[in-house]
């Protein structure tokens, strides 16, 4: 039991309640926060008060197409410096930011940092993470619009790298 309130549940409540995000929930331990970033549109993290800690996890993006070596160095590189989560696995590959707290750790001041260090980590890795693993499905989807005259505001992120790669494979040529 955390201090003030009778259930692990409700002080997670409580702490989402005082820090005026707004979250589902599903189930009466799990709730579910949707963390609004600027390079990656959404985190959407679920929280999941269990006996004795707290689950933290959030979907980071799916496993990656290419350079798989140096997408998982980049990311266990961080994992390194990060507090209270940290770069991880499922059984399919895709990756998700993770992590377990005491159920005593569970306050208001702590899950405003936890969930700030979740959309830090989120946010800000994803355009690299995304370069990284996934280049040719960036460049294939830059010359998709390009040719059809469709949008590119939501690939503007990836303009340098899209030049640069379009340099170099010109420089190739």
């Known amino acids: 039991m955390t201090a003030d309130h009778a259930t692990p549940a409700e002080a997670i409540q409580a702490a989402l309640d005082g820090l005026g995000l707004s979250y ?7 709730f579910l926060v949707r963390l609004d970033g600027e390079h990656k549109l959404a985190t959407m993290t679920w929280l999941i008060a269990g006996e004795h800690s707290l689950q933290v996890e959030a979907f980071f993006c799916r496993q990656p197409d290419e350079n798989h070596a140096a997408f998982y160095r980049f990311l266990l590189e961080r994992s390194a410096r990060m507090y209270g989560v940290h770069f991880a696995l499922d059984r399919t590959g895709d990756v998700y930011l993770t992590g377990r ?27 690299e993470a995304i370069k990284i693993g996934f280049a040719s ?3 294939r989807e830059w010359a ?6 469709e949008s590119l505001v939501n690939l503007h992120p990836f303009a340098d790298f899209v ?3 379009q340099q170099q494979k010109k420089n190739r040529a």
């Open 137 to 139: 499905a960036i460049m």
């Open 101 to 127: 707290l005491p159920l005593s750790a569970v306050s208001e001041q702590e899950l405003d940092t936890l969930l700030g260090c979740v959309l830090s980590y989120s946010d800000e890795t994803f355009n």
């Open 144 to 149: 998709w619009r390009e040719k059809r005259g």
């Open 24 to 30: 589902e929930r599903p189930e009466p331990s799990a």
């Open 163 to 165: 030049s640069s790669q």
